[in-house]
């Protein structure tokens, strides 16, 4: 029997019972009711390693606790609510297994930093006790015969592993896509996608369904999902990981590493996971010692007379590129403020150099073979039975048939790209240590998440991937779209902690970390309700009032984790034919500056600017009107229908800022109006 439960259709996961928020539990962030009593209910959203280890240390909760509260999350908003699709596999035994630390850490005390932490793996980690399925139909059956070596440290760490992450399937893309997982969602906005290959990982994380995730990254696929998810994430120096039991894409470019919402996590999950690896031939770059510690490497003023080389090359002139760009340069300005200098640094060659120096076409088809004869027990033994056999989503499938083209792991072609890397990362250097740079930073994508279905662009994944150097992309900002963008920094080889400090110090002074709207905090173990407002419009609501006998009746219902509103409604009073219009209005606070992309939260609260704000009464007088939505057209009396509410429609509403209003020949201005607003 296989030990795991696919996410579609497995037994609902255990629901905590309710509390009230306690005062005094607030410096922890906690929701608990007395520790003893089992399914005490935890409040997850958000939390950091240290306050989880803060709350089962003080007796405010336990790991079972914890495990069932991110159980909970997982079931409200993956496989309900939004549906965010980032989780693939679930362990079923994740329950058992926190209680058993909990057992351990009473007897013994913790082992560390990661005891009874509940943690997630890209669907491409090896697990002794869960499908490895890579994201692929064709997988989905393949039981590893022991963990991943990194798998194998966390559970030494006391780590709880929770289940398993969707993924481009095969790692072979960046908008995660797969056979078995479907399409997962962007949490800050459910129509674009996550980045990818880690993109469920990103997602997860992102919505807290975990203290912490880990992904992979071949080019880009820790660093483009932590940009588009609002978080942190390092591909380290070739070598300072193992990569053994994770499916390849590229032996020579693949890396593993954590994603997680602070830089004190990243630091946390990293001292549990590098090390040498006599499995994995490149970890020999450590000399067999174990690494110093990333968290002693945190430090708020590293960016005291650091020097920061900006890469001009990387940022976009393109008018879909300019925000990226603009972020990360007031990111960059941020960081002068806070003591450091800059530098413009080019590389000489740099498009030279680059061109042709990625090996995933030559090393994937063999790579692939060898992971699978490596294990008896596949399902299938070649990417040419996957795609014979027809168990790879056809988005896939002409990359991977392009890919079958690489016709002998030696070939000249092969031989050629492999020897123009080490150039390339001595020409990095070079001009880091030319321009006297701790990093190179740029934005990490240089566009917002594409719409689910077109192609991602602006990823400048390569540069790291194809020298083996250390990359972190750490949030830095949001878009006007209020999409989340990364600045990717890049550092000399086996100077992650030099990275990892100045991520931190920025990150200190800045907290650009926003949860998404997506997955707000549950209410009694439950993802909040739907709220459901009556309408009655008539003309007394004008000011002055008009006698245009029109009234409207309906009602509006609002999902808080979809923002789709739905809505019903019949006008009276007046011939249908007479009708214009029933629309929806809400003031233009951007236009009269108020609230915009610039003081807005991401979690959909908004900014308190001095100048502009919205009070709770309503919008300042002076604003202009916009119709947000029509809802029906000449000649509707009665309707019904759904919209799906952008970021400005949301916060109207939070404010009772949103007008229903009709529209008829008689009263070509307006001929009855409701107020619209949520309940606080």
């Not at 014979?388 to 048939?401: Q, S, Y």
């Amino acid at each position: 029997m296989i030990a795991s439960s696919p996410l579609r259709g497995a037994p609902a996961a255990p629901t905590a019972s309710s509390s009230r928020l306690l005062a005094a539990a607030l410096l922890l962030g906690w929701v608990f009711g007395p520790a003893e009593h089992a399914g005490a209910q935890v409040e997850v959203r958000g939390a950091t390693i240290t306050t989880l280890q803060q709350a089962m240390s003080s007796g405010a909760a336990t790991s079972a606790d914890i495990t069932r509260a991110y159980l909970a999350r997982i079931e409200a908003y993956d496989r309900q609510g939004p549906t965010l699709t980032a989780m693939v596999w679930l362990n079923p035994d994740a329950v058992s297994e926190a209680e058993a630390l909990d057992r351990e850490r009473a007897s013994r005390g913790p082992r560390g930093p990661l005891h009874g932490v509940p943690v997630i793996l890209k669907d491409n980690y090896d697990t002794f006790d869960l499908p490895t399925s890579a994201g692929s139909l064709a997988l989905a059956s393949n039981i590893a015969p022991d963990d991943a070596f990194q798998v194998a440290r966390l559970r030494e760490a006391g780590a709880v592993v929770l289940g398993k992450t969707n993924m481009h399937e095969l790692a072979s893309g960046i908008t995660t896509i797969g056979s078995i997982g479907g399409q997962t969602l962007n949490p800050y906005d459910l129509t674009r996608n996550p980045g990818g290959s880690s993109g469920g990982t990103g997602a997860a994380i992102a919505a807290s369904f975990a203290a912490v995730g880990w992904g992979s990254d071949t080019c880009g696929s820790i660093r483009i999902p932590a940009a588009q998810n609002n978080l942190v994430g390092l591909r380290p120096t070739k070598g300072l990981s193992s990569i053994d039991g994770i499916i390849p894409l590229s032996h020579t470019q693949d890396v593993g590493g954590p994603l997680a919402r602070t830089m004190e996590d990243l630091a946390i999950a990293l001292d549990a996971t590098v090390g040498p690896d006599p499995a994995d031939p490149a970890t020999a770059i450590l000399g067999g010692r174990q690494p110093s510690s990333f968290v002693d490497a945190l430090d708020a003023d590293a960016l005291e007379g650091a020097r920061i080389g900006i890469l001009a090359a990387y940022f976009g002139d393109a008018p879909e590129e300019r925000a990226a760009g603009r972020i990360v340069r007031d990111a960059i300005a941020r960081m002068v403020e806070l003591g450091a200098d800059t530098v413009t640094v080019e590389i000489p060659d740099l498009g030279d150099l680059m061109e042709g120096s990625g090996l995933i076409g030559h090393e994937f088809r063999w790579d692939l073979q060898d992971y699978l004869a490596a294990n008896p027990d596949a399902p299938v033994s070649s990417l040419a039975e996957m795609l014979e056999l027809g168990l790879i989503h056809e988005a896939l499938v002409p990359r991977m048939r392009a890919r079958m083209e690489s016709e002998s792991r030696d070939s000249e072609e092969y031989l050629t790209a492999y020897a123009k890397r080490e150039p390339l990362r001595l020409a990095v250097e070079a001009a880091m240590d030319d321009a006297g740079a701790d990093a190179l930073v740029f934005p990490t994508v240089r566009t917002v998440p594409a719409v689910i279905g077109d192609p991602q662009r602006g990823s400048s994944c390569s540069l790291s991937a194809n020298t083996g150097l250390p990359s972190l992309s750490i949030p830095v900002g949001f878009a006007d779209d209020r999409l989340p963008i990364g600045m990717e920094m890049i550092g000399r080889t086996l100077d992650d902690w030099r990275l990892v400090a100045i991520g931190y110090a920025l990150e200190s002074a800045t907290d650009h970390r926003r949860e998404p709207w997506s997955a707000p905090s549950l209410v009694d173990g439950q993802a909040p309700p739907q709220v459901t407002v009556g309408v009655r419009a008539d003309g007394l609501a004008f000011e002055p009032p008009v006698a245009s006998g029109v009234e409207v009746r309906g009602r509006v219902r609002f999902d808080p984790t979809t923002r789709r509103l739905s809505y019903e409604y019949s006008v009276d009073g007046v011939d249908p034919a007479d009708i214009f219009a029933v629309v929806l209005r809400r003031p233009d606070l951007a236009g009269a500056g108020g609230s915009d992309s610039d003081g807005e939260r991401a979690d959909g609260e908004v900014a308190d600017d001095e100048e502009g704000a919205a009070s709770p009464e309503g919008a300042p007088s002076e604003v202009a009107w916009l119709v947000e939505a029509r809802l029906s057209g000449p000649g509707v009396a009665s309707h019904q229908g759904e919209l799906r509410a952008e970021q400005d429609l949301v916060e109207a509403l939070e404010r009772g800022d949103v007008r229903l209003e009709v529209f008829t020949r008689q009263h070509p201005l307006g001929a009855a109006r409701a107020v619209l607003g949520l309940p606080r």
